[in-house]
Every structure is written in C-alpha cells, then in structure tokens.
C-alpha cells in the first residue's frame, strides 16, 4: 500500500466489488467516460455479470482501489503493451467529478508511478489519453513526463478529431529528477 495522509492506493479487495460496479458500470453514460476515452462505447453491466469477473479485480497486481478519506473513489491500473521487452501501460479513472481538479490524480499516480518503479522490473511507464483530456495532460507534465507521441486527429468525438497522446517517464528520469523533486 502506498499512501499520501487521507489518499492511498492498495489491492481491490472482495468488499469493494459493489462500489467500484456503482462507479463503473451500474450507469450507461457515467459523467467520467466523458473524458477517459469517450471515443470508445462504454456499456453498464448488471452487477451479477460484474461479479462472474471477480477474478480480474480482486487481489490482482494490475489494478488497485483509489481510496479517499476512507471511500474508494476510483482505480488505478495498468496492462503490458508488450510484456516480452517490458513495456508497460497504464492508467487512472477517477469517477466522482467533486474529486477532479483537486489535485488528486497527480498525488494519486505520483503514487503508482512509485509503487510499479519499485515492484517491477521496469525502464518505462507511460500512459495514453486523448488531446481532449487536457487534465491528464497537465498530470503528465507536473510529473516530468514526456510527450513521446501525438497521433493527430485519429480519435473522434462528438464531431470533432481529436490527437491520441502518448505520455512516458524513464526510471532514471524518474530516480534523479522527479522523484528527488518530490520529497
């Protein structure tokens, strides 16, 4: 578990099953899809049907519990891209709109970003986003991310195309600038 005072990460556990289908997928068009990849069709499933997948949540190193003042209020992830030569993936959903714009998501992958460095054995972590999400855009930054990619116009929104971003932070960079900036 890492933490941050009233803001951690740990392991999904069986209990935190219902709240994390009520944020994820009890609604047909949650007000967070709006912003974490829009452009891909999201589907509410029952509750019953959220549980046949137990097995890829609960007590699984690629996803955690976003826990805030003692609610879990989102997750966070990752997936190898290409296992065989490292590359690695991942990603952050904050569901409740009263927890954007508070800093949260940068505390929170500051975090991750921590824990994956310190538990695998990596050289990279990165993430993608859409240029529509300028939030995510803005943690990568305060993070000394790099903007190793911008796909132009190959996401469509609401009538409008958007660039596909591709953010990414190497260990070292991580090790002796980040992270030292951050203690």
């Not at 992830?77 to 490292?86: A, C, F, G, Q, R």
């Amino acid at each position: 578990m890492q933490s941050n005072q009233d803001l951690y990460i740990r392991p999904i556990e069986t209990d935190d099953l219902h709240r994390i289908w009520t944020l994820s997928y009890k609604e047909e068009n949650p007000e967070w899809k709006q912003w974490d990849a829009p452009y891909f069709k999201h589907h509410a499933i029952s509750y019953e049907d959220f549980l046949i997948q137990k097995h890829d949540w609960v007590h699984v190193p690629n996803k955690q519990a976003i826990v805030f003042n003692n609610e879990v209020i989102g997750t966070v992830s990752y997936y190898w891209e290409h296992e065989p030569s490292k590359w690695l993936e991942m990603g952050i959903t904050l569901h409740k709109s009263d927890n954007w714009g508070q800093g949260i998501g940068t505390r929170v992958m500051r975090m991750w970003i921590d824990h994956l460095f310190n538990t695998l054995d990596i050289v990279r972590v990165g993430y993608t986003t859409w240029s529509g999400n300028k939030r995510m855009i803005k943690i990568g930054e305060r993070l000394g991310m790099t903007m190793e990619a911008r796909i132009r116009k190959v996401r469509y929104y609401n009538g409008v195309y958007y660039d596909s971003i591709r953010m990414g932070l190497l260990r070292e960079e991580w090790q002796t600038t980040v992270y030292k900036s951050l203690l």
